[in-house]
């Protein structure tokens, strides 16, 4: 056999033979592991995503994971987050037992100075330290009325996101920033199925650097229109209730009253309906 060899420049992995000529791990776990070692570091590497992309089943994976644990090429931890939520860290060994740096040399110390007068201590800032936002990210919509229930379903939109896409895989800092964009969507009535489609639908090919700073681009650039305000249907007014015509036959005089009235002018308790009703003007 003779080796046909080419100078890469860009888009490169070196795996050392030691685990692609291993004798006892197996071929899954090899394919498994080279594939972990050539994606970017925040790239889902679930047993899910990674029997989707490679063809293997999911069994098959999950013994590769295994496989690569017992022999040192892989980490995985559970930890919580600060919101409370428990994920699984993991971390691929492209070098298993490998030795530590080598520690720099111990510089030699320099004579020390005279003590000169002490400064007086800085009075402590008073500014509160600003919290840790991603940096240089597009700014992004804002609803009108950020409700609970509202940001909730936005950052499930966010995470199915990561489901559909690998690519489209956002940190939690990065989730934080981009909730109240999508929240501004599902405010305008856009269902959620459909601001998921209109974020992972007709990517670039190319690989992304910062999936996030794409998704704030996009819920800037294809935010659709509020819908309208329309005014409620005025009310017709009420016409009033006009009050019976009544007439006493003791002294022949017609008024309006409630039935059973007794007559004003003679004090006559037994009145009629009259039975002619003037048309209402």
Not at 87 to 115: E, F, L, Q, W
Not at 217 to 235: S, V
């Amino acid at each position: 056999m003779v080796h046909e060899t080419t100078r890469h420049t860009r888009d490169f992995t070196v795996i050392t033979n030691r685990l692609l000529q291993h004798p006892t791990i197996g071929g899954v776990a090899i394919a498994v592991g080279c594939h972990m070692m050539s994606v970017a570091e925040g790239t889902s590497v679930t047993i899910r995503c990674l029997a989707d992309r490679l063809g293997f089943s999911r069994q098959k994976v999950a013994d590769a994971l295994h496989a690569l644990e017992e022999h040192g090429y892989l980490r995985r931890t559970v930890i919580r987050t600060a919101g409370g939520r428990l994920i699984t860290r993991t971390v691929i060994c492209h070098s298993p037992g490998a030795p530590d740096r080598p520690a720099s040399r111990p510089r030699p110390r320099k004579p020390a100075a005279k003590p000169g007068p002490v400064p007086a201590p800085s009075p402590p800032s008073t500014r509160a330290a600003s919290p840790a936002t991603p940096r240089s990210l597009p700014s992004v919509p804002r609803p009108g009325f950020p409700a609970q229930e509202l940001l909730r379903a936005a950052l499930h939109v966010l995470i199915d996101l990561r489901d559909t896409n690998p690519r489209l895989y956002v940190s939690e800092a990065e989730a934080e920033h981009l909730t109240p964009g999508v929240a501004a969507w599902l405010e305008r009535g856009v269902p959620p199925e459909t601001v998921r489609d209109a974020l992972a639908s007709d990517l670039p090919g190319e690989r992304f650097r910062r999936p996030a700073a794409f998704l704030a681009h996009r819920l800037t650039a294809k935010l659709p229109p509020a819908p309208p305000l329309t005014a409620p249907p005025p009310t017709k007014p009420t016409a009033p209730t006009a009050r019976p015509l009544l007439h006493c036959e003791a002294c022949d005089t017609c008024f309006r009253a409630p039935e059973a009235t007794a007559c004003p002018s003679c004090k006559n308790p037994d009145t009629t309906p009259a039975a002619y009703q003037p048309p209402r003007c």
